[in-house]
């Protein structure tokens, strides 16, 4: 079955040193490791992570992809790119780079990437002048954090960029990043296990009560983790709702739930219970097959579990390639 992952990362092998040609942070940059086919990820002058030539290598990653069943991969940069706290020109500078570099991906691979742009979020002006030069150079949508810089979502500031991503028709992949109480928390890796799931809730959360997607409703939002921890605790959103209304019911007076099934989610639960429960409450036109590639904490055996759960074909279909196609607004045929 024709396979298409919605949430994937990649990055430039060779960018500038970030912090030397700005004169200040702490940025990104990769510098050569004593191990063959991996690179040292430096944070400023940190060691951050190791990664290995999957993140950077398109021929790498079509191989691997290829003996997976998986046809096309939706690219966007790292989020620790996303550089906020940064001069907003600086980050304009930086996000033009990566999005040239997955442009130009996608231009040579145009039956193997979609593309997905990143932007100056610190400043919307910037961030709306930067989407629209993307989308000129083939990006169909952006992917944004769960919050900027501890503002959330629904922060009136945000909001035109909402409305320029709707007039323009791009799609949206909100994913967790800088992840609230991160400090209090750095032991056993909390941050990405408790954190993130949070993030996604605490973004979900911020549009729906905010009265985002009232006021856009033809905005195509994607919340990555399977929104994290927004579907699986609704109930008590719900009811939170109901009895404190004058606390929750602010600014918008419907119902969360109403909004279930009115944005797309991706796949990635690693838990067959879960992705049911997600499936019953989204239905299989909002869940797109994700899987976080090629980092170790995303689904890398690329929706096998779900080839074994019993799902019926028409379901396959959608989570595998038919709901991807509805949040970018694409067309299949141009990519079989």
């Not at 979609?114 to 990006?139: F, K, N, W």
């Amino acid at each position: 079955m024709f396979k298409i992952d919605v949430h994937t990362h990649i990055i430039p092998r060779h960018m500038p040193k970030w912090s030397e040609k700005f004169g200040y942070g702490k940025f990104i940059h990769l510098e050569d490791s004593n191990r063959a086919g991996f690179a040292r990820m430096m944070h400023g002058d940190k060691f951050f992570r190791e990664i290995e030539d999957n993140c950077w290598d398109e021929k790498i990653r079509m191989d691997e992809y290829d003996d997976s069943g998986v046809s096309v991969q939706v690219v966007c940069t790292i989020p620790v790119m996303f550089s906020y706290t940064a001069k907003p020109n600086d980050t304009l500078e930086l996000s033009r780079f990566l999005n040239d570099h997955i442009a130009d991906l996608v231009a040579r691979f145009p039956k193997k990437y979609i593309g997905l742009c990143t932007v100056p979020m610190q400043d919307v002006d910037l961030a709306i002048v930067e989407l629209e030069r993307a989308q000129s150079i083939g990006h169909v949508g952006v992917q944004i954090g769960s919050n900027i810089n501890s503002l959330n979502l629904d922060d009136p500031r945000f909001f035109p960029f909402f409305e320029a991503c709707e007039r323009l028709g791009m799609a949206i992949l909100i994913h967790p990043w800088d992840m609230m109480g991160r400090s209090e928390m750095e032991k056993y890796w909390l941050p990405w296990l408790v954190g993130m799931p949070a993030e996604m809730s605490r973004a979900a959360c911020s549009m729906i009560f905010g009265g985002v997607f009232e006021r856009l409703p033809h905005l195509r939002v994607l919340f990555s983790h399977a929104s994290g921890a927004f579907l699986a605790t609704l109930g008590r959103i719900e009811h939170g709702f109901n009895c404190r209304p004058d606390l929750v019911a602010v600014e918008n007076k419907i119902n969360p739930r109403e909004y279930v099934g009115k944005f797309w989610v991706d796949s990635i639960t690693h838990d067959e219970r879960l992705l049911k429960y997600v499936l019953d409450m989204q239905g299989s036109k909002r869940i797109c097959m994700g899987t976080d590639y090629p980092f170790p904490l995303g689904d890398l055996k690329f929706g096998q579990y779900m080839e074994d759960m019993g799902l019926e074909k028409a379901e396959l279909e959608d989570i595998f390639h038919g709901s991807a196609m509805s949040w970018l607004d694409l067309d299949l045929n141009q990519f079989i």
